[in-house]
């Protein structure tokens, strides 16, 4: 089983559209999550932490479920510019808790 | 402004021939990281740094070496030992405990 775990899609959502992904972790020790966004042939770049409590920027929500070790991001009003790849972020058990271990991506296109 | 600077942007090698792609940060991040990635295909680790003067092994070391001389330092050489080193090399950053990683903008390596 992979450590963390992406549908690779690709979604194809219309303009304006609500979409959502998730992703399952296998490792229960595990503190620190993320969603990093990476556009074709550029770098990944940091979209959102993931909190407990569920947290929000704008046209996106995160959630955590601790339980189901299972998070995911919603996006809502898809615009043409949030057509990327979709990391799903977490960290690994070292002491440090500094080591991530990345999810293989979930492509989004968003259509006209 | 603090970032990561990775060197050259894009870099051709002939077959046996060892290359260096250099990673310079000026954000004072303990520890660096260098991850591959092939089209269509999510990041794979090769080395990592979480500390001067020391590094460790990814998934992925064959045919690959580093050097963590300098905090703000981190190169890879691609050695005539790796078979298949065309591909996306992206290096990383971050400090120490629960944050995400910072990356540099990538070197683009083709044999040729």
């Known amino acids: 089983r992979k450590e963390v775990e992406q549908d690779p899609g690709p979604f194809n959502v219309p303009e304006g559209a609500t979409v959502a992904f998730n992703c399952t972790y296998s490792n229960s020790a595990s503190q620190s999550f993320f969603w990093y966004r990476q556009d074709c042939r550029k770098e990944p770049k940091l979209l959102m932490s993931v909190y407990s409590s569920g947290n929000e920027d704008g046209r996106f929500t995160a959630q955590l479920n601790r339980a189901s070790q299972y998070i995911s991001l919603l996006i809502r009003d898809s615009k043409l510019s949030d057509s990327a790849t979709y990391l799903c972020?977490?960290?690994?058990?070292?002491?440090?808790?500094?080591?991530?271990?990345f999810g293989g991506g979930t492509r989004l296109m968003v259509k006209p | 402004d603090g970032g990561i600077t990775q060197s050259p942007k894009y870099l051709f090698r002939k077959e046996g021939q060892n290359v260096t792609l250099s990673c310079e940060q000026n954000l004072n991040h303990d520890a660096m990281y260098w991850y591959r990635q092939d089209p269509g295909q999510g990041l794979r680790l090769i080395y990592y740094s979480q500390i001067v003067n020391d590094f460790q092994k990814g998934d992925i070391a064959e045919g690959y070496s580093v050097s963590r001389e300098k905090k703000e330092s981190f190169p890879l050489t691609v050695t005539s030992a790796q078979k298949n080193p065309t591909a996306f090399y992206l290096c990383?950053?971050?400090?120490?405990?629960?944050?995400?990683?910072?990356f540099g903008s990538g070197t683009r390596l083709t044999v040729v």
């Open positions: 972020v977490v960290n690994a058990d070292n002491n440090a808790g500094n080591m991530l271990t």
């Open positions: 990383a950053s971050s400090t120490w405990g629960y944050y995400g990683y910072t």
